[in-house]
C-alpha cells in the first residue's frame, strides 16, 4: 500500500521500521520541524527524520497543515492510508480525509481510558496496573475514533513511564503492522469506544514535578515512577550548605514513619504523610543518574529532612 507515515520522536521509529520492512511503499514522512538545541543552539532533527532520511523516504516538516497549500500538497501523494504516531500536531478533516483508507493512529493506552497528550505517564501516576496500545481510526476529536486492534501490557508495581514508553515502541510497532495487514486484506474491522470511563492525559506541567512529601508513600511512589526518566520528579537537600534538587528515578516503598520529608535511616528512605519511600535511582543536578548508594558515597553528611 502507500502510506504517508507521520511521526516525530523516537516512539515512532520502531513503527516506521515495521511498514517497510513490511514492504509498504512509504511515499512521505511528515515529522516536526527542526530546533534549535544543546549549548550552540543547532538545528537538531527529529528521530524520526533521522530515520526516514535513513530509508530515502521523501521529509515534510510543516509547521501546520491547517492551510490549503499544505493540504494540497498532502492529497498530492495520492496515499491509500496515513500512519500516525505521536506527531505532535492537530490533523484537520481536508486531511483525515484525504489518504482512501483515512488515518490509523498509535495510541499507547486502553482507550477511552487517557485520551490526550501524555498517556503512559498519566497512566502510571494513576497507579493503573494495566495498560495498552490501541491502532484507532482518527476523527476530528481528541482520540475518539473507533479502535481495530489492541494489545494490553500489565503495568508492574516498580514499572516507570521509561520502562513502559519501551516496552510500548515495540508492542505497537508489530500491532501497526499486523493493522495494515488485515487493512489489505480487508479485514481491518473497526468497534466504537465506549461512551464510560473517558479520562484525559494533559500535558505533564513542570510545577507538578515536584515532590509532595506530604502525600501517601504510595502516591508518591507512583510519582516518581510516572515521570521516570523525563521529567523527573525533584526534590531538594541541602548539601554542602546549599540546597540541591535532586531528581528521583526510581523508588520502592519501604516501611517507617515520620514528619513527611524526613529521612529515615542512611539508605535514602523518606517519610511521607502515610508510609515511606526508598529511593533507589537518583540524578543530582548536573551529574549523570545514579543507585542510591554511589550518591550517597558522594554527598557528605545529610539534612535531617528533604525540601
Given at each position: 500500500?502507500?502510506?504517508?507515515?507521520?511521526?516525530?520522536?523516537?516512539?515512532a521509529v520502531p513503527t516506521l521500521t515495521e511498514i517497510v520492512s513490511a514492504?509498504?511503499?512509504?511515499?512521505?514522512?511528515y515529522t516536526r520541524a527542526p530546533k534549535p538545541a544543546g549549548r550552540g543552539q543547532a538545528e537538531r532533527r527529529s528521530p524520526v527524520h533521522e530515520a526516514a532520511d535513513g530509508f530515502g523516504i521523501p521529509v515534510f516538516t510543516p509547521k501546520s497543515l491547517k492551510n490549503e497549500a499544505e493540504q494540497i500538497i498532502f492529497s498530492s501523494h495520492d496515499a491509500d492510508v496515513a500512519v500516525v504516531v505521536a506527531y505532535g500536531l492537530l490533523l484537520p478533516k481536508p486531511i483525515l480525509e484525504a489518504p482512501r483508507m483515512g488515518c490509523?493512529?498509535?495510541?499507547?493506552?486502553l482507550l477511552p481510558r487517557w485520551r490526550g497528550?501524555?498517556?503512559?505517564?498519566?497512566?502510571?501516576?494513576?497507579?493503573?496496573?494495566?495498560?495498552?496500545?490501541?491502532?484507532?481510526?482518527m476523527d476530528e476529536g481528541l482520540d475518539t475514533g473507533p479502535v481495530a486492534l489492541v494489545d494490553r501490557i500489565p503495568i508492574g508495581p516498580?514499572?516507570?513511564?521509561?520502562?513502559?514508553h519501551d516496552q510500548m515502541m515495540r508492542v505497537g510497532a508489530d500491532l501497526m503492522g499486523r493493522a495494515l495487514a488485515a487493512l489489505?486484506?480487508?479485514?481491518?474491522?473497526?468497534?466504537?469506544?465506549?461512551?464510560?470511563?473517558?479520562?484525559?492525559?494533559?500535558?505533564?506541567e513542570k510545577a507538578e514535578a515536584r515532590i509532595d512529601w506530604s502525600l501517601p508513600a504510595e502516591t508518591v511512589h507512583n510519582h516518581i515512577r510516572g515521570l521516570s526518566p523525563f521529567p523527573g520528579a525533584w526534590f531538594e537537600l541541602e548539601l554542602g550548605g546549599k540546597p540541591v534538587r535532586i531528581k528521583a528515578l526510581r523508588s520502592t516503598l519501604a516501611d517507617g514513619s515520620g514528619a513527611p520529608g524526613t529521612l529515615l535511616g542512611n539508605d535514602?528512605?523518606?517519610?511521607?504523610?502515610?508510609?515511606a519511600v526508598r529511593l533507589v535511582q537518583v540524578q543530582?543536578?548536573?551529574?549523570?543518574?545514579?543507585?542510591?548508594?554511589?550518591?550517597?558515597?558522594?554527598a557528605g553528611q545529610l539534612p535531617e529532612k528533604a525540601g
Open positions: 500500500m502507500r502510506v504517508v507515515f507521520m511521526g516525530t520522536p523516537e516512539f514492504g509498504h511503499e512509504i511515499v512521505a514522512t490509523l493512529n498509535l495510541h499507547g493506552s497528550a501524555a498517556p503512559i505517564q498519566r497512566a502510571v501516576m494513576a497507579g493503573d496496573r494495566e495498560t495498552g496500545v490501541m491502532v484507532m481510526q516498580e514499572t516507570t513511564a521509561g520502562d513502559l489489505e486484506r480487508g479485514s481491518l474491522d473497526f468497534t466504537p469506544q465506549a461512551a464510560e470511563g473517558v479520562t484525559y492525559a494533559s500535558k505533564i535514602l528512605t523518606i517519610a511521607c504523610g502515610v508510609g543530582r543536578e548536573g551529574k549523570g543518574a545514579m543507585d542510591a548508594a554511589t550518591f550517597l558515597r558522594g
